[in-house]
């Protein structure tokens, strides 16, 4: 079905005068797939609630219109905005950083953590504890400067595979979600990343991958310290933690870095559950949303017993506070990209 | 004198196809004031420096053309953008706290560092040293939610008055960097503050005076904790540094906010002499300029031996390095708005 000559030039001026786009043509729109902001969104409720919330604070004769400033939204990563199984990805870039560097330190053959990632023993790995992964970070993260560490990691995103789908991790992100962030945009939004993730581990690919620039991405960091070498100033990445962006860090987070509170945030774990709650308590109309595994088949399926992106506390404050709650076998028509 | 109305289109066009507005017609549009864009300059090398600098980066066919994205430029604030005598202003502001919360504190009569305030005795104050000025921010600065330091500060900046100018502190804002500011910004920059004062001194006003939104400020910090306050979620400021974003700590705070190198920096001070150092480190062409206090009648002056604001060895590498250096009395025809 294509559009006639008129019909695009009433949707155009819907569009360019701030009218909310769908108010009066919702059925015309919906039945033209082209215009469908959301395509890869089944039509049911969690699409509506989306699509109602932005009309509802981008119209401007409507009561809950936000200026453009304030249309700040808030997006965890992983889990979120692209998968995060059998772990997080930036734990499977840390060992195959320790793998890459092991012929440098023969010492780690007999030395745990390092022995555990190199004889891909998880189950040792697991069992050194919050101590054993502080040490894999340091080796990993830290002992270079940003400049060299942006280069590892874009060499990494760019080479290595998901051991599941054998393809790049960035191949690993959810369509739903990219046009989530394309639409939010299109109607003024500022669209942050607010994760647990190392800002500097997301910052080098978030641009090409989700449109999003590097100042617009909140996450956790290492201290840096600054100097001269021969003259030349860097940045060296030191072995310690400067902060934490998770659970009651991501409002911290977000108040730091941004300054203002968001309108809308999306999660999917219980590490997102207090930018939910912040989010929820601004003045005016507010919207939050859960993305829930449930799909183990195209993806993985997991909640209350996962040890990995738990989502227990979250789901229970979103039922009781009417929060949307994406089910992904149902509400997402694709999941990632490559899958089409 | 008055454009003709192909002179206007001539001009219009220049800047719309993005050519730098300035090339083949620098004298006739230095002879009209309304489309000068820096007014509040006089003409001489710092202003043509400036100008100079922003047709390069962004004319399309310049061998140092820099995409939109990446025309980050990085403002000190105390000196830099606004007044920093007799005292930082938000030493000043603390220092009214202190009279205000004094009837709460009957024991701060008899207690140092608050006596001094009290009694105006800024010798005492000052022999106090960082421990004393430690005790009056956490007693000023920390212990309420993020939301009811916004309001006293907000509260503060309407009333308060400058002790030489009985004016408003942001009066006191530079008109010649005002212009500054709005010129990066039409040439597609993004301005951002990285000031070693307090972020969330200067989030509440910045926005109104300079046109910088709240998520384009660095700053210095005290660390802050998400509580539910009665089921209400609030951010409660600790007595507690996080983070001092001036020297060594303004690379850093720019690498931590933003991400991405400045490709201009403006400062005034030793403190923003690393600042400097790291931006013109980057690649390609880079803009440094330092506002040096010249000016006694109109402002103050001040520099090598300055307590509040000391100018000396980035005045230095200023001179080495070949840095603009603004002299105020010569270069600004005017300092502040309300001298016009």
Do not use: C
Request: proline fraction near 7%; aromatic fraction near 10%.
């Amino acid at each position: 079905m294509k559009l006639t000559r008129q019909q695009f030039l009433k949707v155009g001026l819907g569009l360019s005068v701030g009218l909310p786009p769908f108010v009066g043509q919702a059925t015309r729109l919906h039945a033209i797939t082209p215009l469908d902001p959301l395509p890869s969104w089944n039509s049911g409720p969690t699409k509506s609630a989306i699509i109602g919330f932005v009309t509802q604070v981008t119209a401007r004769n409507s009561p809950d219109f936000v200026a453009v400033a304030d249309r700040i939204a808030t997006f965890d990563n992983d889990g979120t905005l692209w998968s995060e199984q059998p772990a997080y990805f930036q734990l499977l870039f840390a060992i195959d950083r320790v793998k890459a560097l092991a012929p440098q330190h023969p010492e780690w053959q007999t030395q745990q953590p390092f022995q555990a990632v190199l004889e891909n023993d998880l189950k040792a790995l697991a069992a050194s504890g919050e101590a054993g992964l502080t040490q894999i970070v340091a080796a990993t993260h830290a002992g270079m400067t940003t400049t060299e560490f942006e280069a590892i990691v874009k060499q990494w995103i760019a080479t290595a595979k998901h051991p599941r789908f054998q393809r790049p991790y960035t191949d690993l992100v959810f369509q739903p979600m990219l046009e989530l962030l394309a639409y939010l945009r299109q109607n003024g939004f500022k669209t942050y990343i607010v994760s647990g993730g190392g800002i500097e581990f997301m910052r080098p690919w978030v641009q090409s991958v989700y449109g999003i620039p590097p100042e617009q991405v909140v996450g956790s960091s290492i201290k840096t310290r600054f100097e001269l070498r021969n003259g030349e100033p860097v940045l060296i990445r030191l072995p310690e933690i400067d902060f934490i962006d998770d659970k009651e860090g991501k409002p911290v987070g977000i108040q730091k870095f941004i300054g203002r509170r968001p309108i809308a945030a999306f999660g999917n774990s219980d590490g997102d559950l207090q930018m939910l709650q912040w989010t929820a308590a601004g003045k005016g109309l507010r919207f939050n949303l859960i993305v829930h595994h449930t799909d183990a088949q195209r993806e993985w399926a997991y909640d209350r017993q996962s040890p990995v992106g738990r989502l227990d506390k979250a789901l229970d404050e979103a039922l009781r506070q009417g929060w949307t709650v994406v089910d992904m076998k149902r509400d997402w028509k694709q999941i990632y990209p490559f899958q089409s």
